[in-house]
């Protein structure tokens, strides 16, 4: 088995909000999970902790119980987690703001016999099977709103976590339900790997490769590489910023199994 994982702030001067992890159980098989903290808009949150503060919560709480309760789907352990980490702050804190801490989420896991994923909002997860080939599981929501729409701090605050919107882990375990989640037998999956938007981009908006390509930079060069590839297209000044910013946190993960 082979892991391998990268994380880099969009800027030096402001914390990362990004979280990844890999955990290989005792029991056997393998866990990954990667979260893309939501940066809110000026005006506050609610929250006096912050996103990275959220994100590392709710990341650690995700691989513990991904690991150690095989029991229980990946659906239930989102919201076990989103509740666990909204107990830790629900005395201090402004649960109900509607930009309260919040992140993207994937969550991989595998044993002998299967591979499952979840996945809430825009983060990306590929698997790649046998002979090559390789699928995106998407969930395309945020992707479905216009642009022009999402310009717009009130109008996206209307969307986030609303039905017609989007759905990011927050503090309501019931979006575990949101999420896109699905098994596959272990030997349909030779590898996998898992972006935040902020890496997914190299195909997603900029187009240098489809996500096989994506996968093969992850696969010969590594995730730092696949970062340090976004970071040099971003960087061409004569490139109008991706999105709303110029640089994004950004994350990778690849996995053989």
């Known amino acids: 088995m082979r892991i391998d994982l990268a994380t ?24 990954l999970v990667v979260l893309d903290g939501v940066t809110p808009p000026g005006g506050g949150d609610g929250c006096v902790h912050g996103v990275p503060w959220f994100t590392t919560r709710l990341g650690g709480r995700l691989t513990e119980l991904s690991g150690s309760r095989r029991d229980l ?17 629900r005395d201090t804190c402004d649960l109900s703001h509607v930009r309260t801490p919040q992140a993207t989420v994937v969550v991989v896991r595998w044993d002998d016999a299967s591979v499952e994923h979840l ?42 976590n609303a039905e017609g919107g989007f759905f990011t882990a927050a503090a309501d375990p019931a979006v575990a339900g949101r999420a896109v989640t699905g098994r596959t037998p272990r030997e349909r999956v030779r590898a996998v790997a898992a972006l935040t938007d902020g890496a997914s981009r190299w ?25 340090d590839r976004v970071r040099a297209i971003e960087s061409d000044p004569d490139r109008p910023p991706a999105r709303h910013k110029r640089h994004d946190d950004a994350s990778a993960v690849y996995a053989e199994l």
């Not at 990946?74 to 509740?83: P, T």
């Not at 996500?211 to 970062?227: F, H, K, N, P, T």
């Open 73 to 89: 789907p990946l659906d239930r352990i989102l919201a076990e987690s989103v509740r666990a980490t909204a107990d830790a702050h």
């Open 203 to 227: 195909t997603d908006t900029f187009g240098q490769g489809d996500w096989a390509d994506c996968l093969g930079v992850l696969r010969e060069e590594g995730a730092r590489a696949l970062i």
């Open 8 to 31: 880099a702030p969009g800027n030096r001067e402001r914390p990362n909000e990004d979280w990844l992890s890999a955990a290989i159980p005792a029991s056997g098989g393998g866990v």
């Open 119 to 160: 996945v809430l909002s825009d983060s990306v997860l590929l698997l790649q099977a046998p002979g090559g080939g390789v699928s995106a599981v998407l969930d395309d929501r945020l992707d479905r709103i216009p642009r022009e729409v999402l310009r717009s701090t009130a109008a996206t605050d209307a969307l986030r």
